[in-house]
């Protein structure tokens, strides 16, 4: 990922100086990149929660102790014991279980979407940077359109058109979700296109195509990481809201703002139903931002202090 | 500067076209129309009925009249009226256009009046007391969902203090006190997140600065500490830390839809959710409209206020 081109590195004749001192050879930019990342314990931190939800959400029958949809009549509204770690909801569903296949939902839809985003970002914010003129114009326009709707009332409004379920909630957010790695990418690519390296690969007859993915792209790429570290939270926030708000995803399908805005009403004499699913939204949101500053203090070299 | 003013104007007027365009479509594409939601339950509507409130509204138009209609008449500064009220449509806007605005506002007050004090301290003050109590509060601003936190705050106030502000809602020129009682938790449960991002990103800014080059000199000089934060240090971060202010105000307006919705406030993310279920075509385009126009303002605003500040950017 932060491996520069060999374009990049041809004038300074790489390999001879690689043989004269073998110890550079060590300190590739992905190893320096990881020892800075790792010196901050908060960044581990952010890592290991990441690492446990994407445990839950891909492993969340074995982690399960009982079904997410299972009602039981006769367990109705207990708090949580140890027969039922997190208590059970209205119609005695096991909450835990709800809980973690929860994690399954944030994270496919938080991952998925990013996933949706960064393909469309990238593809056309290459174009925009690398064409510019017309197209960079037309580009640029579309996306402060998208951009000056206020993100929510642009989900919402879609969502009546589409109706709500997994499939729309993940094609809304993807829909206004490629917009800052859009605008990066554009932004990085216009820092970047008047470099050497590029002028070089030019002037050799690379064509445009390999210049924009094999060169650029990889000098452009930390950023980007940065970037959907904090688009991927964004989404599964935006997901939570809306569920919230009851037009995300469907029951029985368990998601925590779902979880949130049903307990709404019974949060007075059952605390654990609005708790649970908040503290996993909370440390969803704090593992992706500790990840997310670890990352761009490593991969961002201005912001390095 | 005039021409930079005029590309940003005619960039903005594509931009609204283009969005007239999507809230347009959009609207057309929802499932439902306002026809059927009229005549309502009654399976027996005649098809003579339908067509008579169809023609009310010039909804058997074609397409490109009922968009050219709707346009000429806000180009003439008629917003048109609501389908369901028959009231105009500026009204409406006018009447919950304020609150929305007054809620950004607290919003922002809260967040730079906690966030700018606090990120200078934690980063004159780095690794004290205070850094590590605001670096938590950073991180915690930003997990803790707003909806939540809404909720939160309304159950703590309803449980310990017996105190809930009253659910109809006063204007702020009706009655201050009153208004700020139930302005001041959606304040706090919108602004959490940007007094959070702000707080870091004074605190990174700070640290940035105070490790420059002209700091050192300012201490060579022999000037206090306090006199190298006040006159180099925070005159320095102030740049940036604006711009981010500017830009979060945007954000904020936008965020208001969900807080709104939990305590009842009647604004313009309110109207245009309500306007959207009850297919009300007119009120959603127009609304959304103006609140994209003012988005565009705010941003605008923002960078000319940039510009003006920091002499090395250039209108470009």
């Known amino acids: 990922m932060m491996q520069r081109s060999p374009a990049m590195t041809a004038g300074l004749d790489a390999e001879p100086l690689a043989a004269l001192n073998p110890v550079r050879k060590e300190r590739t930019p992905r190893r320096q990149a990881w020892q800075r990342f790792s010196a901050n314990r908060m960044s581990l931190v952010g890592l290991a929660i990441v690492a446990l939800l994407l445990f839950l959400a891909i492993f969340a029958p074995l982690v399960a102790p009982f079904d997410y949809d299972e009602p039981d009549f006769t367990a109705a509204w207990l708090f949580p014991s140890r027969e039922h770690l997190m208590g059970t909801d209205g119609i005695g569903r096991d909450f835990f279980s709800r809980i973690v296949y929860g994690a399954r939902t944030s994270m496919a839809i938080g991952l998925s979407a990013q996933a949706i985003a960064l393909v469309i970002g990238l593809t056309l914010g290459l174009i925009a940077g690398l064409r510019g003129g017309r197209v960079d114009f037309l580009i640029m326009r579309l996306v402060d359109a998208i951009w000056a709707f206020p ?153 390095r202090s | ?149 809404a909720i939160m705050l309304l159950l703590i106030a309803s449980r310990y203090f017996h105190w809930l502000p009253s659910p109809v809602f006063t204007p702020f020129f009706d009655d201050p006190i009153e208004n700020l009682q139930q302005m001041w938790m959606p304040a706090i449960a919108l602004g959490m997140v940007m007094m959070a991002n702000l707080m870091r990103m004074t605190r990174s800014i700070m640290l940035d600065v105070m490790g420059q080059d002209y700091i050192r000199v ?45 305590f009842g406030l009647p604004g313009i993310g309110w109207m245009i959710t309500n306007a959207i279920f009850q297919r009300d075509y007119t009120t959603v385009q127009s609304a959304v409209l103006i609140t994209g126009l003012l988005f565009a303002l705010v941003n605008l605003c923002v960078d000319v206020a940039y510009a003006l500040l920091d002499p090395r950017i250039r209108f470009a």
Not at chain 1, 268 to 278: D, G, I
Not at chain 2, 60 to 78: A, S
Request: charged share 15%; net charge positive.
């Open chain 2, 218 to 262: 300012a201490r060579a000089k022999g000037l206090s500490e306090w006199g190298v934060v006040v006159k180099h240090a925070i005159k320095n971060a102030g740049i940036p830390v604006i711009t981010l202010i500017g830009m979060n105000a945007g954000y904020l307006l936008g965020g208001t839809v969900i807080i709104e919705q939990i």
């Open chain 1, 151 to 303: 993100r929510m009332l642009f989900a919402i409004t879609l969502l009546t058109v589409l109706g709500s379920g997994f499939g729309n909630v993940l094609i809304v957010l993807a829909a206004t979700g490629w917009i800052p790695i859009c605008r990066l990418t554009r932004a990085q690519v216009l820092s970047q296109r008047e470099r050497d390296y590029v002028i070089a690969a030019r002037a050799i007859g690379v064509s445009e195509r390999r210049i924009a993915f094999a060169h650029l792209l990889p000098n452009i790429m930390g950023p980007v990481i940065v970037a959907i570290t904090i688009g991927v939270p964004e989404a599964i926030f935006a997901e939570a809201g809306l569920s919230f708000l009851g037009i995300g995803i469907n029951p029985p399908v368990p998601s925590w703002g779902q979880m949130v805005g049903e307990s709404m009403n019974y949060i007075r004499y059952y605390w654990h139903l609005a708790l649970f699913p908040a503290v996993m939204i909370g440390l969803t949101m704090l593992g992706f931002v500790l990840l997310g500053d670890g990352l761009r203090d490593a991969l961002d070299p201005r912001s």
């Open chain 2, 1 to 149: 500067m005039s021409q930079f003013l005029a590309r940003r104007l005619l960039a903005i007027v594509f931009m609204l076209f283009g969005m007239s365009v999507l809230v347009f479509g959009a609207m057309r594409l929802l499932p439902g129309d306002i026809v059927n939601l009229m005549v309502g339950m009654q399976s027996s509507a005649s098809a003579e009925q339908r067509e008579a409130i169809e023609g009310q509204y010039g909804l058997d138009r074609p397409l490109v009249f009922q968009y050219t209609d709707w346009m000429g008449g806000v180009i003439r500064g008629d917003l048109g009226k609501s389908m369901r009220s028959q009231e105009p449509i500026s009204h409406e806007i006018r009447r919950k256009l304020p609150v929305t605005l007054e809620l950004t506002f607290l919003s922002l007050i809260f967040a730079v009046v906690v966030a700018v004090p606090l990120g200078i301290i934690s980063a004159i003050r780095r690794n004290s007391p205070v850094d590590l109590f605001a670096r938590i509060l950073g991180v915690l601003g930003l997990a803790i969902p707003n909806f939540w936190l």
